[in-house]
């Protein structure tokens, strides 16, 4: 009980909310552009259960992280999974309209979606909560548990914006570009050569945006093309 009430206990509270707020943005937005797409009562579940698995994961996480950081070529793998992800969503971004897509994608579909982007996208986040820690679990769990909200809220907001400002979809795909470049100029591997460098980890984030934009509206289109044509 004493370590409840202890200050280093709710300074190191506060520091793992303040860093949920700030990490929060992106697992928001891929909260949204896989969910945007499905009936309202099943988007309201999906969203619930990525974001209170995405949370989960990022503590089962947090024992593993600085392990698989120090791996080759883990980040890279994990960047160009990402670039994929983000290519795939604003892929549907036409689809999203279309409830059979919807009713063909499902749930299920959608959450795995998240869990995955999540998955790449916390090993570097979690690093920085498990810092801010201390090495308290119960000070992690009640951290990241108080982060669920943040990360529901970001997310209904955001599908809320896409349907309004469809704009938004595409500079969603394109912040998830974005993470994967800087998730790619991360990997321990080239940590020596970005360092002497700094200018590559900034020129391989706006590559991983433009790419996921690109590539992405190139799949868009072939795809609405064929649908007509079938």
């Avoid at 769990?141 to 309004?164: D, H, Q, W």
């Avoid at 595409?170 to 990997?187: F, K, R, Y």
């Avoid at 992405?216 to 609405?224: I, V």
Wanted: aromatic residues 6%.
């Amino acid at each position: 009980m004493d370590a409840l009430l202890g200050a280093a206990f709710w300074i190191g509270l506060f520091k793992i909310v303040w860093i949920d707020i700030i990490l929060s943005g992106d697992n928001a937005v891929v909260i949204a552009l896989a969910t945007r797409g499905l009936p309202p009562e099943q988007q309201k579940k999906a969203v619930m259960f990525g974001s209170g698995a995405a949370v989960l994961l990022r503590v089962a996480l947090t024992v593993i992280a600085a392990k698989l950081m120090q791996l080759p070529f883990v980040e890279v793998i994990g960047g160009l999974l990402l670039l994929w992800i983000g290519m795939g969503l604003l892929k549907s971004e036409d689809d999203a309209a279309d409830s059979g897509n919807a009713v063909k994608q499902g749930m299920l579909a959608a959450v795995r979606t998240i869990l995955l982007a999540d998955f790449v996208m916390s090993l570097d986040n979690v690093i920085a909560v498990a810092a801010a820690a201390g090495g308290n679990v119960l000070l992690l769990i009640l951290g990241l548990a108080i982060s669920i909200p943040l990360v529901v809220f970001g997310s209904t907001l955001m599908i809320k914006l896409m349907a309004r400002f469809p704009i938004i979809v595409t500079l969603g795909a394109a912040l998830i570009g974005w993470v994967a470049g800087e998730t790619i100029a991360n990997d321990h591997v080239l940590q020596g050569f970005v360092q002497a460098h700094p200018w590559v980890h900034y020129a391989a984030a706006a590559a991983g945006a433009v790419l996921v934009i690109l590539l992405g509206k190139w799949m868009q289109t072939r795809a609405t093309a064929q649908t007509k044509n079938g």
